[in-house]
């Protein structure tokens, strides 16, 4: 059975928890220390920039919210992409689990701009 969260905003916070730690477990390299910073950064904000779209003053505001969101994944995806490859991670599982995630989430935020959009 799938036990993933139905809801977003706890999915996305487990997600920037997940990075979180991630992060501190990276081995002590200069571009485990650059990317980790990175990806820190934009792997924890969309969890932060949804509970701001959540209080969208338009439906305009809210769809810019959305995408920054968006934005955010697209970026963590890309730099656990190039961790992975470059094999900057302490154990694979943890970082293929995260692309995983991450793909998923950028899955769903496409379809909610999108549904969002044409309301």
Same mark, same amino acid.
């Given at each position: 059975?799938?036990?993933?969260?139905?809801?977003?905003?706890?999915?996305?916070?487990?997600?920037?928890?997940?990075?979180?730690?991630?992060?501190?477990?990276?081995?002590?390299?200069?571009?485990a220390i650059h990317l980790?910073?990175?990806?820190?950064?934009?792997? +924890?904000?969309?969890?932060?920039? #949804?509970?701001?779209?959540?209080?969208? !003053?338009?439906?305009?505001? *809210? /769809?810019?919210?959305?995408?920054?969101?968006?934005?955010?994944?697209?970026?963590?995806?890309?730099?656990?992409?190039?961790?992975?490859?470059?094999?900057?991670?302490? +154990?694979?599982?943890?970082?293929? #689990?995260?692309?995983?995630?991450?793909? !998923?989430?950028?899955?769903? *935020? /496409?379809?909610?701009?999108?549904?969002?959009?044409?309301?």
């Amino acid at each position: 059975m799938n036990d993933k969260k139905f809801d977003l905003e706890d999915r996305l916070i487990d997600f920037a928890v997940s990075i979180i730690k991630f992060v501190e477990n990276l081995p002590v390299s200069k571009s485990a220390i650059h990317l980790g910073g990175q990806l820190l950064r934009s792997g +924890t904000s969309p969890s932060l920039n #949804y509970g701001e779209a959540k209080s969208g !003053e338009s439906k305009n505001d *809210f /769809v810019h919210k959305m995408k920054v969101c968006l934005k955010e994944l697209r970026e963590s995806y890309n730099c656990l992409k190039i961790m992975h490859k470059a094999m900057i991670y302490k +154990t694979e599982q943890e970082v293929l #689990y995260l692309i995983q995630e991450c793909n !998923e989430l950028i899955s769903i *935020f /496409v379809k909610s701009i999108v549904t969002a959009t044409k309301k």
